[in-house]
Nanobody, 120 residues
Framework: QVQLVESGGGLVQPGGSLRLSCAVS????????MGWYRQAPGKERELVGI??????NYADSVKGRFTISRDNAKNTVYLQMNSLKPEDTAVYYC???????????????WGQGTQVTVSS
């Protein structure tokens, strides 16, 4: 089994900051890409940011405000969110592309989601 546990969500005022964390645990051989997605009410889930090795990519809506990073020793991915806007309000989901055994494929696993609310 592979588990992804997110933390760090909450309520913040516009212009504020939050840092999300996602720890991956379980039967893991290696992790390829790790990323954050979000889903606002009535909208489809969208990519926020992804990191593969040292390469990062972001949605245009968060470029310059959000930073994704990872600690490979801890199998943990982070999302530093600055200058938050009301439109950033959503449930944020962690995703990891994991290989569990030699010779197996990489599979995507998801966290349970953490609520981020930006409101005054």
């Amino acid at each position: 089994q592979v588990q992804l546990v997110e933390s760090g969500g909450g309520l913040v005022q516009p212009g504020g900051s939050l840092r999300l964390s996602c720890a991956v645990s379980g039967s893991i051989l290696s992790i390829n890409a790790m990323g954050w997605y979000r889903q606002a009410p009535g909208k489809e889930r969208e990519l926020v940011g992804i990191i593969r090795g040292l390469i990062t990519n972001y949605a245009d809506s968060v470029k310059g405000r959000f930073t994704i990073s990872r600690d490979n020793a801890k199998n943990t991915v982070y999302l530093q969110m600055n200058s938050l806007k009301p439109e950033d309000t959503a449930v944020y989901y962690c995703n990891a592309n994991v290989r569990r055994t030699y010779g197996s494929q990489y599979y995507n696993y998801w966290g349970q989601g953490t609520q981020v609310t930006v409101s005054s």
